[in-house]
Structures are given as C-alpha cells and as structure tokens.
C-alpha cells in the first residue's frame, strides 16, 4: 500500500458577517451568552442566491491551485455536508462538473461535522490501493437554510463556509498515520433534521412544527462530544506510535470552545498549537475541519514534516480522528 498525504488546502467563506447582536433582534439571547457557552462571536451567512455547491465549488478550485493540480487530473470528487442543495443529483457531481473534474468519480457523504475526516479516509484508501492518484475532498455548509430562526437552542451555534483539500500518494513515512472512525445510532436523536426524508416527509404539520429544521438536545450532545474528542485524539496518537510529546500541532472540529479546551487539556498540548476559528465561524459543521486546517497551513502553523491530528465528531451521532505527518 502507498503512503497518502495531502497535497494542498483551500476554503471559502461567505462574505456576509452576522454577529451575537445581529442574534439578539432574532431571539432572546445575549452576546454575553453566546460567547460564554460556546466561544463564538459571529459566524457567515451565504448570500441568497448561494448554494452549498456555490460553496464547494470556490473551496475546491482553492485547494486545486494550492496542490497545483488541474480539474482533469481529479479521479474522484468526494462532498461531505448535512445541507445540500437537494435530494438528488448529489452535490458532489454538480461540483466536479463545475471545476471541469471531467475524469471524476464523484458522491455525495453524510456524517455531519465528522464528514471531512469520513471523506479524507475513504480517499487515502483509493489512493493507497493504487486505484487512484488524486481526490478532492470538500466539506461544504449553507447551515443558515436548515437552522430554525426562532430556536436560540441551534440557530445562535452554527455557520456557513466551505473547506476542501488534495489528496494524493506521498514519500514513504509521510502523510496520514492513522485512521480511526466511529459511529453510534443510538445516539441519533439527539441532533437529528426529524421532517423531509422518507420517514416523516414534508407535511403541512412538519412545516406547523418547524420539524424540516436542526433539532439539538444540546446537553446530551456536549456530554458525548467531549468523551469523542478525548477518545478520538487518544486513539489516534495510539495508532500512529505517537506520544503527547511528539504532536506538534492540533486541528479539532469548532463546535465549542469548551470542548476545544477539554481535548486540548486531555492532550496536554499548548493552546498555542491548536487552531481555533469557532469564534469567527460558529460551528460549520463539515466545512469547519478542513477550514481549520486550510488557515492553519496558510498562515504557517502547520509546516512539513509536523506532526498533527485532526479530530471531530458530529451528527449520527459519528466521530473520527487522523494522525498526520504534513
Ligand atoms: N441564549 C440564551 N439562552 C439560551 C440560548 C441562547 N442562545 N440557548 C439556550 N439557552 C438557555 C436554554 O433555554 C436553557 O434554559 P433553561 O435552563 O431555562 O431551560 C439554558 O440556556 C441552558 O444553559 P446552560 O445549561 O448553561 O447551557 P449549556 O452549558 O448546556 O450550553 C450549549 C448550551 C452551548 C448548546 C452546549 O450544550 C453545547 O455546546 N452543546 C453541544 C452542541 C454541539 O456541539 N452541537 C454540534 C454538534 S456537531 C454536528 O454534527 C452539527
């Protein structure tokens, strides 16, 4: 099997900047509130007109040019998000078309926040197989056209955004290190869109309910993400042969600052080293992952040969983590 790494990053964020006091016209909170509970002081909203594949697209053709990769030389073109633009087609396939990644296999993947990571290894493992040379990975949200904006449970966390990146076979020793990816349905309702699918299609009654929205039981899912996190970063840093001591820098998925804080703590690894973008984002969900990384890397945190680990969990509910050597 070839070693695979990532060949380049990019990401795209939607102009529009909706701050905590934007929020407060919308729903009785505060700013004080929000930025207390979870670390987020605005987040991006896409213009009306933007799709999540509007998204995808301008993160994609950001991380083909930092790979310096052209669309036809793209094998596959993986999507990862919980908003796309519709049931069917897929969004990956109106994306690949977009680029001109004429050559590519493309499809749509949904694990939630968990999603980049879900995608990342489902590419490295064409590409170690030798069935492919090069994948497109983009995690890619419009949140803001799935949030209830009369619900200060949900509509105050989340954020619109796209993050994308090249993957490709790498030098022996390099690249990803370890995998690991986990999932537990029981745990489902407790971050679920309850109305539009096949088991409670859309109705006059689910649109009286709002129940075509983000529904969070918010406590059920901070108590399992911050087992998850903790879990997921361990188990990683395990499987690559890892010590603490060895990680050079951390990229975990920006739910919750609270939930950075407590993985950054269980690691014992220097706030300095991890990036942070939920208080600029909110929780992007499968678009918050790879922006992270595609920032960190352009502003010369992560830098060759370091040592990271990428870790997230999300909806399913789903987590996963990967050791990296950049
Ligand atoms: N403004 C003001 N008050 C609010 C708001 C708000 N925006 N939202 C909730 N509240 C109220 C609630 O109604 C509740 O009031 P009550 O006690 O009278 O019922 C109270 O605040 C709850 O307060 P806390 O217990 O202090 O809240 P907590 O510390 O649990 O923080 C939060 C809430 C931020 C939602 C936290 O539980 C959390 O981050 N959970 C994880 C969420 C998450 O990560 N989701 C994304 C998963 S990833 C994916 O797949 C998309």
Known sequence: LRDVGFWGTGSYLPEKIMTNKDMESLVATSDEWIRTRTGIRERRIAAPEQATSDLAVEAGRRALENAGVAPEEIDMVIVGSCAFDMFLPATACLVADRLGARRAAAFDLETACTSFIYGAAIASQFIATGMYEKVLVIGAE?????????????????????????????????????????????????????????????????????????????????????????????????????????????????????????????????????????????????????????????????????????????????????????
Not at 152 to 171: I, Q, S, Y
Not at 295 to 312: M, Q
């Open 142 to 326: 419009v949140m803001s056209r799935i949030l209830d904006f009369t619900d200060r449970n949900t509509c105050v966390l989340f954020g619109d955004g796209a993050g994308a990146a090249v993957l490709g076979p790498v030098p022996a020793g390099q690249g990803i290190r370890s995998i690991h990816l986990g999932a537990d349905g029981s745990g489902g309702k407790a971050l679920s869109i309850p109305a539009g699918g096949t088991r409670m299609p859309v109705s006059e009654q689910t649109l009286k309910d709002r129940s075509h929205y983000v529904k969070m039981n918010g406590k059920e899912v901070y108590k399992f993400a911050v087992k998850a996190m903790d879990d997921a970063s361990t188990i990683a840093l395990e499987k690559a042969g890892w010590q603490p001591e060895d990680l050079d820098f951390l990229v975990p998925h920006q739910a919750n600052q609270r939930i950075i804080d407590s993985a950054v703590k269980k690691l014992g690894i220097d706030p300095s080293r991890v990036e942070v973008n939920v208080d600029r984002y909110g929780n992007m969900s499968a678009a918050s992952l790879p922006v992270a990384l595609d920032e960190a890397v352009r502003a010369g945190k992560i830098n060759a040969g370091d040592r990271i680990i990428l870790v997230g969990f999300g909806a399913g509910l789903t987590w996963g983590s990967m050791a990296i050597q950049w």
